[in-house]
């Protein structure tokens, strides 16, 4: 019986019941296309006022940094060519008559078995058209001596300036950068250098526009060092642009700990030379002496300076030091760390991070270690200031302490590409045109088939192969977690005839006369309220036999749930999710199976529906490490809230199917949800990219980026490095292994970060877990108590029949998608996820109360009252098991990567399971609707109070950033 010819509702009803579920279906279907174009966008860009003609950012390698070990190993073909409009090989020195040296023949040449590192850094032209490459000469081990040598001599300079154009020439770069450190200083002559370093770059100039070549220089920024160095308004002629070094204001060289690159004074900024140590001091001395701002490239340091605190309580800005601090496992010297280095320790290390309001710029403390730093946050505010200032772009030092593996959460590159996406959008061909017919050996069978066939078929088919795996694998865990919650729900829907009040069913047209259908003349089927029932249904404790099949299910799964998040972290997840699925269809296909042979022995239903339970729990843990390993951190309460809306669409195509087929045939109400589930599995298993390293694909620009506040050193993540693809190279030169601007080679060997399992114990002591799980408890006993007696609910206190009740259940999960997506933009908005949970509680509870009393008033009443319910009741429920789970999985006391989500996703999800367990199964030991609307009230306002302490604290710290840190 179709639910729109439904009788038994009055005819106004019926009308505006099937006019508003077209119009649904309607928004149902753009609601998905939002979901696929909000999620693979990952977020909007930060808005940031742009100039129309494009910046500079330019990019300095230090190529010593081949010889690290493990994940800081940085060669050629780390680079991204495209994010970079000059990028500037590190370095060249100068010899006592003036020549250009190279310092490291096996590194940069390609004779006697070189490594040709010139060779392949200059080819990167031919991959970013419009690049260009400029060879560094000089550097902080370079000193100034033979500098100052050189520019006092017009035969030497002169040498020196065409052997540049000759270098340039053989090896094919497009200018020369020159980094002299310094003009009167450092064994330098104080007395000539700064007029002789300007003649020097007059002559360049000239000779240099003579050959098409740029000249350009890494300067010093702060006044009492540029003032002793530079006549800046000689060399602003000469110079096509200059490098402004604002960074290393603070390091282990002072006596007091301060931040590496502020962009502002401080208050214990208080002599002359402290009010100098800032960008914006820097900045302001260079274009007062005369410098054209459009000249003017603003350095940002992708590295921090560490210090070790002389009392470990006293660690504000400005505390004394007794040095610098603990080297990082890859530059390898105290007091220097780069972004790759401390993205990677928070994942197995608290640390405390902070903001400095007056200097715009982040630091962290752990025990007497102190860092300051930059993050996305403080970049931001970089890029819009040299905006403002209308300079000329933005240098950064260097490529290789960026997070250039995208082990932390952030993609590839996360720093470089949010000043790249800031000065000058998308870079062009970011996402490089790969074609398809690429092969990709442990790609699963279906994406080695779609090579094999474009390669025979179409071989010139090019795609943006980062924006293509990444939408596949989206839609795919999309569909299949739409897929598990759609074998959850036709019980609830099939309750309603495997019980109901036979009195009032028109017996078959077989009995007739009083002969059974089988012709043997038998009794008619007594006209009593259980003849239609299906047994052992028919028992007068039916309601306790049905709680019990839901709780077979809720407590198998539960329970199982700890067990999966252990396995998921050890097996290949595209085995685990097509092996579960397979296994849950099946399970779901005999329940079916049990109306087509007769069987009506309750052990075999109670059996069935926990095997099915305990498949059930591959889902969670494996979709969301999937989808954690390629989508990076990024306005993840909104993207997650969309993303959980497969939750209700399961729901609802469950209940849809179940309603279907519930009164003519309701085996097939799981029949044909097993069969898809199957189905669905076996699509997942040929064609589920479970990490991107299987396909070599590179992270999409802006995944990594957060809303203006949020530090990006607390991205944590899933991007990975396969420890075969670590190289064990020769120790550098002695010579080379100084330090220039960052340290050379790191001492420790580090495996993968995958490779480290968290253990349970340890999830369980991350701060938040506990309050969240339990809260979890109670707010899916309310949520799963919905979710399997809310159509039976429906059809007892109302007058509407089995299909109908069914279908306006679904209004439930409606609001529930709406309040997903709701409460995301309001945590994100607010950086307060528990106070966003508990508001929604508090609604929920009177508004429980409301339906009870008032939704069967009407049918467009009970309609509008469902869809607050399920808003307030999903939201949540919704936010604690993605956003929340993600934000807990990705603490610093993990070890930042998609195994230890998954453990920690399965502790929350299984915490909560057991409520989901308990709540059906004590609503069917309930006789009375009332009562069981009680006990969803009380758990409710159980669910908000055990968020309660979290809450103070975040209305205590309005700032607090919980994006890096959830307390």
């Known amino acids: 019986m179709d639910a729109c010819t439904n009788q038994s509702i009055d005819n106004g009803d019926r009308e505006w019941y099937c006019t508003m579920s077209e119009q649904f279906v309607r928004g149902l279907l753009v609601a998905l296309v939002l979901l696929g174009v909000i999620a693979v966008e990952a977020s909007d860009p930060v808005e940031v006022k742009t100039d129309q003609k494009q910046k500079k950012v330019v990019c300095y390698v230090g190529t010593w940094a081949v010889y690290r070990h493990g994940l800081g190993r940085f060669d050629i073909e780390h680079i991204n060519p495209h994010l970079c409009t000059h990028l500037m090989y590190g370095f060249f020195g100068i010899n006592e008559d003036a020549t250009v040296r190279i310092i490291d023949p096996y590194l940069d040449l390609e004779e006697n078995w070189g490594r040709g590192h010139i060779k392949r850094f200059v080819g990167l032209k031919n991959v970013a058209p419009g690049l260009k490459t400029l060879a560094a000469i000089g550097g902080w081990n370079e000193g100034s001596r033979k500098f100052s040598k050189m520019a006092a001599s017009a035969e030497l300079r002169k040498r020196f300036i065409y052997d540049c154009v000759a270098f340039c020439q053989r090896h094919g770069f497009d200018g020369i950068d020159l980094d002299w450190e310094y003009p009167a200083q450092r064994d330098g002559n104080p007395l000539i250098d700064r007029n002789n370093h300007a003649q020097l770059v007059e002559e360049m100039r000239e000779v240099f526009d003579r050959h098409g070549l740029l000249l350009t220089a890494a300067v010093a920024s702060v006044e009492f060092s540029a003032g002793l160095s530079y006549d800046i308004p000689r060399i602003s002629k000469s110079f096509h642009f200059l490098n402004v070094m604002v960074y290393d204001m603070h390091g282990a060289w002072d006596s007091y700990c301060g931040i590496n690159a502020p962009l502002f004074r401080g208050p214990a900024d208080q002599t002359d030379v402290q009010r100098q140590l800032n960008v ?27 210090f070790t605190l002389a009392n470990a309580a006293n660690s504000q800005v400005g505390a004394p030091v007794i040095g610098g601090g603990t080297p990082g496992p890859y530059t390898g010297e105290p007091g220097v760390m780069g972004y790759n280095e401390f993205c990677e320790k928070l994942g197995k290390e608290t640390w405390d991070l902070r903001w400095s309001p007056e200097q715009q710029a982040p630091y962290a403390v752990r025990n007497n270690q ?3 730093y930059d993050d ?23 490529l290789e302490t960026d997070d250039f593996n995208g082990v932390c959460g952030g993609g590839h590159y996360p720093l470089m590409n949010e000043i790249r996406s800031l000065l000058n959008g998308v870079a062009p061909n970011q996402q490089q045109q790969y074609r398809m017919s690429t092969t990709y050996p442990n790609a699963p069978i279906g994406i080695r088939v779609i090579s094999y066939l474009s390669a025979k078929l179409c071989p010139r088919w090019q795609i943006n192969r980062a924006l293509w ?14 897929c598990y919650h759609m074998t959850r729900k036709p019980l609830s829907v099939v309750k309603s005839v495997l019980h109901r009040n036979c009195s009032g069913v028109t017996l078959p047209p077989e009995f ?16 009593d309220s259980t003849w239609c029932d299906y047994p052992p249904f028919d028992a007068p404790d039916f309601n306790a036999l049905l709680g019990t099949l839901d709780s077979a299910f809720l407590f198998s799964y539960a329970i199982a749930m700890f067990g999966a998040g252990f396995v998921a972290e050890r097996v290949s997840l595209r085995y685990f999710l097509a092996l579960g699925m397979a296994l849950s269809g099946v399970f779901c296909y005999l329940f079916g199976m049990a109306k087509v042979y007769d069987v009506h022995t309750i052990w075999y239903f109670v059996f069935v529906q926990a095997m099915a339970g305990m498949f059930q729990t591959t889902g969670w843990p494996g979709v969301v490490t999937v989808v954690g390993r390629w989508f990076g951190k990024s306005k993840r309460g909104l993207i997650f809230g969309i993303w959980n809306s497969h939750t209700s669409i399961g729901n609802i195509l469950g209940v849809m199917i179940a309603a279907h087929y519930v009164e003519r045939d309701w085996s097939l109400s799981f029949i044909v949800p097993g069969f898809l589930m199957g189905m669905v599995g076996f699509i997942l298993f040929l064609f589920l990219v479970e990490r991107p390293d299987i396909v070599d694909c590179q992270e999409k620009v802006g995944d990594h980026r957060q809303r203006t506040g949020a530090s990006g050193a607390g991205t944590r993540g899933w991007g990975e490095v396969d420890a075969a693809d670590v190289e064990d190279v020769p120790s550098a030169s002695t010579e080379q292994e100084i330090n220039e601007r960052t340290p050379i080679i790191g001492s420790i060997n580090r495996e993968p970060a995958r490779d480290r399992v968290i253990g349970f114990y340890d999830a369980l002591r991350i701060p938040g877990v506990l309050q969240f799980s339990f809260s979890l408890f109670f707010s899916k006993l309310v949520n799963y108590t919905f979710l399997f007696w809310l159509p039976f609910y429906i059809q007892s206190s ?14 439930f999960d409606i609001g529930g998608i709406i309040g997903a997506i709701a409460a995301g933009m309001l945590s994100d ?5 528990a106070t966003t949970c508990t508001a929604m509680m508090v609604i929920a509870a009177p508004l429980l109360l409301v339906y009870r009393y008032w939704g ?19 939201g949540p429920y919704a936010l604690i098991t993605t956003s929340v789970s993600a934000e807990l999985g990705q603490h610093s006391s993990l070890n930042g990567n998609a195994k230890a989500l998954a453990t920690v996703t399965a502790i929350i999800d299984g915490t909560g399971s057991v409520g989901a367990a308990i709540g059906p199964l004590l609503a069917g030991m309930f006789y009375n609707w009332d009562n069981v609307f009680y006990m969803l009230v009380t758990a409710d306002l159980l669910a908000l109070w055990l968020l309660m302490g979290i809450v103070r604290r975040e209305l205590s710290r309005r700032n607090a950033n919980l994006n890096v840190r959830i307390e």
């Not at 970089?382 to 933005?394: E, M, N, P, R, T």
């Not at 795996?469 to 739409?482: D, N, P, Q, R």
């Not at 007739?512 to 006209?527: A, C, E, I, L, Y």
């Not at 009407?858 to 319910?869: D, G, K, M, R, Y």
């Open 798 to 811: 109302s007058s509407m029949g089995p299909e109908l009740s069914a279908h306006v259940s679904t209004v």
């Open 829 to 833: 908005a607010s950086g307060k996820p």
């Open 856 to 874: 069967n008033v009407s049918l467009p009443l009970n309609i509008l009252i469902l869809l607050l319910v399920g808003l307030v009741v999903n």
């Open 376 to 398: 996305l946050r403080s970049i931001q505010l970089k890029v819009q200031y040299l905006l403002d200032q209308g300079l000329g772009g933005a240098m950064v030092w260097s």
């Open 469 to 482: 795996f990444k939408c596949s694998v989206l839609g795919l865990t999309y569909l299949a977690y739409t």
């Open 370 to 372: 102190w860092l300051g």
């Open 280 to 306: 914006d001091a820097s900045v302001r001395y260079w274009l007062e002496q005369g410098a054209p701002a459009e000249k003017l490239i603003l350095g940002i340091p992708l590295y921090g300076r560490s």
């Open 512 to 527: 007739s006369n009083g002969v059974s259908p089988d012709g043997g003349g038998g009794p008619v089927p007594p006209n």
